[in-house]
């Protein structure tokens, strides 16, 4: 099935295909898996081969506003401000996207996107970028899609854009389906109000190789991905129950393990994919160190060079003073910040 | 089987069991596997899951000298020009060795050795270390066993002094049998004389974890370690066409992709195990950049930071000018140097 036949299948015939009114704006966060979504069953719809589970970083994220005028004949997008050249691969992305609900191009929008994260370094910014987008066009064609559709569409746009419509702990379920129908997200229902993550920007360049490409070549060039499929629905068990239970050393080390796990099997592909620089590697045992002298302190890493640490709200302080440059999200508490 | 009935058969009833001379010394050289040997299927007699292929680097290793006097009553070391005090792990490992040949403790001896090597740093100072005592204890002795009969009993003091007995290419073969009569090292006849290495020393402190402690926490937490069986004997059999063929980017690829997999699957532990260091990593995405140029770069890595350089002699110079620090040895060129 191609992505456009799904996209026709959501929006039925009782559906908008022109826009309802003339401006919507959405945001969306950023999440992080503890989890990770490593792998996909089918690249046309993005269709995952495991679940995957992650954590809202609720301060984090894209506002998009569209803006629609029947003058409009092609699209255009401004990004934090400045005008992007329609052959970038933002450009090129959001235009696809677009074109997954429009087979005879009879409209065309301006994109308006603010976003407080830097693109393509592992900080998950796609993910926030496709479901600002899906529900600020949920909004524009008054469709009054649930949530959980609307990241179907989105996770046409990025996998990991799958997860980023609600806040706290959210699970991407991957489904059993071809058609893809069944691999969407939902919240757990936990609260943690203790739960802290730290952010720690190691370097904010472009990433040498897109984690789409990543994953292709780790699929194919690897025998010790085999072993990751029964590993992350392990992964997904413990962690849920760690949740359950409030256990966070039981969380931080099943998060730092199994993204551990994906950077192993990507060492191991041919030609070796590699997300660790110096300073990453510098960061990661700095962590280790202080997990020796007993601070309960994990960490996780998404394709890219930077880590996301995990600990809870009364180490926080500790936290600080071991990593003057982090920034230190209360996930239960910080408010969505527009 | 205990280690010390393994050396009783070796040593049958013919053979001395005291020193026949007061005095005999032996060279072994380092040894860096090109497949590596991770995991035991037997600890006690350090029986390998997998075979494994090195290449010995002739001018790096161990000149130990035993030293028999009968008036001597308990076992003495001098390492590197200083006396060793006999609680220290060297000491300890040496004299364990020592035991299992002398189950009524008739004899002692002063052992010394001189070493051109870092200790417990990567580059295999207990391979050529427990080669070079086999040896010398073999002419001390005067036991005149073959070099695989000798591979075996250097294998009780390290797994990868097994392959320390040979110059060029040399294959440990795993072997069947549950007594580790078959667990012995061979060359491999082919030459190549363009082949070089590139010592790159990264750091020469002690290891944060030794081989043996890695290898079997490795093997208990880690589900990865279910591929590496069939890789490593897949890997071995790719290498030995590649020696064949003189198919130079086949080796390195092959070499670096099993080493970086032995360490993937380390990483993939809990708690986790990682030899990179900072510069470990800023070391391999230089080899990674000059590969990309077009130069036949490639590395391996053992449980250890430091990285050995493998390329062809025309490149020796370039290898040079990007790593100024590195130690080149040209693998069938250069003399051994006791």
Known sequence: MKRSEFTQIILHHHMPTEP???????????????SKYWGKRNSELNLPVTSSL???????????????????????IVFNGEEIDRHSVLAQGITQFFDLFRPTHRWHLHTIIETNIALAAGF????????????????LFAWRLELSTLSMLARLGSGSATRSLWTGFVEWHCGQRDDGMDSYAAPLLEHWPEFCVGLLDIRTTEKPIS?????????????????????????????????DQKDFSLLGSVA?????????IMLSSWPPICYFLPDTIAAIQ???????????????????????????????????????NVEIVSIFDDRIKP
């Open 20 to 34: 309802q009114q003339t401006r919507a704006t959405a945001f969306a966060p950023i999440n992080i898996a503890l």
């Open 124 to 139: 998950a910014s796609s993910a926030s970028g496709f479901a600002a987008l899906a529900l600020a066009m949920n909004d």
């Open 54 to 76: 992650s954590i809202t970083i609720p301060t984090k994220g894209s506002k998009t506003t569209l803006v629609w005028t029947s003058q409009q004949t092609q699209d255009s």
């Open 256 to 264: 730092e393990q199994n993204a551990l796990t994906m950077h192993a």
């Open 286 to 324: 700095r962590v280790w160190a202080l997990r020796q002298t007993g601070l309960d302190l994990y960490f996780t890493q998404d394709a890219g060079p930077n880590l996301v640490l995990l600990f809870l709200k009364k180490d926080a302080n500790t936290v600080k003073q071991s990593f003057p």
């Open 211 to 243: 984690s789409r490409k990543a994953m292709q070549d780790t699929m194919n060039t690897t025998s010790l991905y085999s072993c990751w499929p029964e590993k992350a629905t392990h992964d997904i068990r413990l962690l849920k129950h760690a949740i």
